[in-house]
């Protein structure tokens, strides 16, 4: 049977550029009076690197949410330093009730409130199609329902009139999903007089980053290495299998502190069926947290029927599999953090369930994986 593999290098420079959009207003033209928090719609941005940023030949663009046209408003000649935020009036509207901050580069398009996309482009071209996603687009937000481009699967949140679509951490958080990126709340537009707020980087370095399938136990190996380390607290392994919705497949504890390589493994034992993406939140000591890249790994194992039973059970369960013959099969118990508690070979017979006693391990919640030949099946058993 065989395995897949993808490998992603995760070197990180010393000093790395980062502009975002960090927020979006296009509440400006409702219909009453000081029915609008502000008098013009706006698109923010931000540098959230560690390294200044030339703006010059740079452009924001606006599509609405199921269009392919795009409105260009050119950016200004300024070098953003890391930290910064810069700030682009849009279309006005009568009714709003307080004027933004002195912009830093100005258009006029007329933003919706509630759902449109927005690009950062490093060139001044406008963009063409539904969702231009390509080497000139520096950032992207898809937001409110009906909007057909996003980053990351789902779009953002959809503002209103009295709130604004706003990047998380002071424009820090970039996971590269649009809808748990953003949040729509109080609008609080900022230009490049704001004070600087440069985002904490910490201080951990990825080397590499590695996903296996192991096709005789349906699991996936996952390692990685880290150059150096400080004040890192662990590193929590998420897997999905659409790039928007994301659960936690194990936890590792970190170092904390090292200007060495450092290796870590841990293993996803409940991978689902055909492609499955990996990536790494690292979490430091003060709950601050970084994403690394995005790497995938199909699996092939076959499933079949596979039921383990009571559960929640006081210890003792019993196994009941489709096989359609006696056969020689593999039994395997591990708790929560991956631990492997229990390894058993037996002969299985669908006349009469394999019986296995967890009763020695104490409350909590395992993992009974089964598996014969290229048929596999995990299930979660909780023991009370």
Same mark, same amino acid.
């Given at each position: 049977?065989?395995?897949?593999?993808?490998?992603?290098?995760?070197?990180?420079?010393?000093?790395?550029? *980062?502009?975002?959009? #960090?927020?979006?207003?296009?509440?400006?033209?409702?219909?009453?009076?000081?029915?609008?928090?502000?008098?013009?719609?706006?698109?923010?941005?931000?540098?959230?690197?560690?390294?200044?940023?030339?703006?010059?030949?740079?452009?924001?663009?606006?599509? /609405?949410?199921?269009?392919?046209?795009?409105?260009?408003?050119?950016?200004?000649?300024?070098?953003?330093?890391?930290?910064?935020?810069?700030?682009?009036?849009?279309?006005?509207?009568?009714?709003?009730?307080?004027?933004?901050?002195?912009?830093?580069?100005?258009?006029?398009?007329?933003?919706?409130?509630?759902? !449109? $996309?927005?690009?950062?482009?490093?060139?001044?071209?406008?963009?063409?199609?539904?969702?231009?996603?390509?080497?000139?687009?520096?950032?992207?937000?898809?937001?409110?329902?009906?909007?057909?481009?996003?980053?990351?699967?789902?779009?953002?949140?959809?503002?209103?009139?009295? @709130?604004?679509?706003?990047?998380?951490?002071?424009?820090?958080?970039?996971?590269?999903?649009?809808?748990?990126?953003? +949040?729509? @709340? @109080?609008?609080? !537009?900022?230009?490049?007089?704001?004070?600087?707020?440069?985002?904490?980087?910490?201080?951990?370095?990825?080397?590499?980053?590695?996903?296996?399938?192991?096709?005789?136990?349906? #699991?996936?190996?996952?390692?990685?290495?880290?150059?150096?380390?400080?004040? /890192?607290?662990?590193?929590?392994?998420?897997?999905?299998?659409?790039?928007?919705?994301? +659960?936690?497949?194990?936890?590792?504890?970190?170092?904390?502190?090292?200007?060495?390589?450092?290796?870590?493994? !841990?293993?996803?034992?409940? &991978?689902?069926?055909? &492609?499955?993406?990996?990536?790494?939140?690292?979490?430091?000591?003060?709950?601050?947290?970084?994403?690394?890249?995005?790497?995938?790994? *199909?699996?092939?194992? *076959?499933?079949?029927?596979?039921?383990?039973?009571?559960?929640?059970?006081?210890?003792?369960?019993?196994?009941?599999?489709?096989?359609? !013959?006696?056969?020689?099969?593999?039994?395997?118990?591990?708790?929560?953090?991956?631990?492997?508690?229990?390894?058993?070979?037996?002969?299985?017979?669908?006349?009469?369930?394999?019986?296995?006693?967890?009763?020695?391990?104490?409350?909590?919640?395992?993992?009974?994986?089964?598996?014969?030949?290229?048929?596999?099946?995990?299930? $979660?058993?909780?023991?009370?």
């Amino acid at each position: 049977m065989a395995t897949a593999l993808l490998a992603i290098n995760l070197a990180v420079s010393a000093q790395t550029p *980062k502009v975002v959009i #960090s927020q979006f207003y296009g509440g400006a033209g409702c219909g009453t009076a000081n029915c609008s928090t502000y008098k013009n719609d706006y698109i923010e941005i931000y540098n959230s690197g560690s390294a200044p940023q030339s703006l010059n030949g740079w452009s924001v663009q606006y599509s /609405a949410a199921s269009g392919t046209a795009w409105q260009v408003t050119s950016l200004t000649n300024v070098t953003l330093q890391p930290g910064q935020y810069y700030l682009i009036a849009e279309g006005s509207g009568a009714n709003g009730t307080n004027a933004i901050p002195t912009p830093d580069a100005s258009g006029t398009v007329a933003m919706s409130a509630t759902a !449109a $996309k927005i690009a950062l482009v490093n060139t001044t071209t406008a963009l063409s199609g539904s969702c231009p996603l390509g080497p000139t687009v520096v950032d992207f937000v898809g937001y409110g329902a009906t909007a057909t481009c996003n980053e990351g699967g789902s779009n953002a949140p959809s503002p209103s009139t009295t @709130t604004a679509g706003v990047r998380a951490g002071n424009g820090c958080t970039d996971a590269g999903v649009n809808s748990t990126d953003f +949040t729509a @709340t @109080t609008p609080n !537009a900022r230009n490049t007089a704001t004070s600087i707020a440069p985002c904490t980087v910490l201080p951990v370095s990825f080397v590499s980053f590695k996903a296996q399938y192991q096709p005789a136990n349906n #699991s996936v190996s996952l390692s990685w290495s880290t150059a150096q380390e400080q004040n /890192a607290r662990e590193f929590v392994v998420e897997r999905s299998t659409d790039g928007s919705t994301w +659960t936690s497949a194990a936890r590792v504890a970190a170092t904390g502190n090292t200007n060495g390589t450092t290796n870590y493994t !841990a293993t996803d034992l409940q &991978p689902r069926q055909g &492609p499955n993406l990996y990536r790494i939140r690292q979490v430091d000591i003060d709950g601050r947290s970084m994403y690394t890249g995005i790497i995938g790994v *199909k699996t092939s194992a *076959k499933s079949f029927y596979f039921r383990v039973f009571p559960n929640p059970t006081e210890g003792t369960v019993y196994i009941n599999a489709a096989l359609a !013959a006696p056969a020689p099969v593999s039994i395997r118990v591990t708790d929560m953090s991956g631990r492997v508690l229990l390894t058993e070979q037996r002969m299985f017979n669908a006349a009469q369930p394999l019986k296995v006693d967890l009763s020695a391990f104490g409350r909590g919640v395992y993992f009974v994986a089964l598996a014969s030949g290229e048929f596999t099946g995990t299930e $979660k058993v909780t023991v009370y």
